[in-house]
């Protein structure tokens, strides 16, 4: 069983870049897909992007902007942000899983989230 923190949240203005990092530990994140999700308030959990291997999948609402990787000898996924708007405000989790799926119902392992918060 994998256990994920993410980290790197934080306030920002519009435009600014974020770099948002999970670290995990208990196995290997090479076994895994690696996604990450976020979560606005009064919103339902939205997936954002997920990583396998060298492939990787966006939604459309961060395709082009945000940027996921991994590193297998830190055990460590990141979610690099780039000109991050008021819409992108949401706690941001991480995730793993052995199937590919966008509905975060599907996914079992979580991450606590991080905040971000983008503002004017």
């Known amino acids: 069983q994998v256990q994920l923190v993410a980290s790197g949240g934080g306030l920002v203005q519009t435009g600014d870049s974020l770099r948002l990092s999970c670290a995990a530990s208990?196995?290997?994140?090479?076994?895994?897909?690696m996604g990450w999700f976020r979560q606005a308030p009064g919103k339902e959990r939205e997936f954002l992007s997920w990583?396998?291997?060298?492939?990787?999948y966006y939604s459309e609402s961060v395709k082009g902007r945000f940027t996921i990787s991994r590193d297998n000898a830190k055990n460590t996924v990141y979610l690099q942000m780039n000109n991050l708007k008021i819409d992108d405000t949401a706690v941001y989790y991480c995730?793993?899983?052995?199937?590919?799926?966008?509905?975060?119902?599907?996914?079992?392992?979580w991450g606590q989230g991080t905040q971000v918060t983008v503002s004017t």
């Open positions: 208990g196995r290997a994140i090479d076994v895994y897909l």
């Open positions: 990583i396998g291997g060298v492939t990787t």
């Open positions: 995730a793993a899983e052995t199937r590919a799926s966008v509905d975060p119902n599907m996914w079992d392992y």
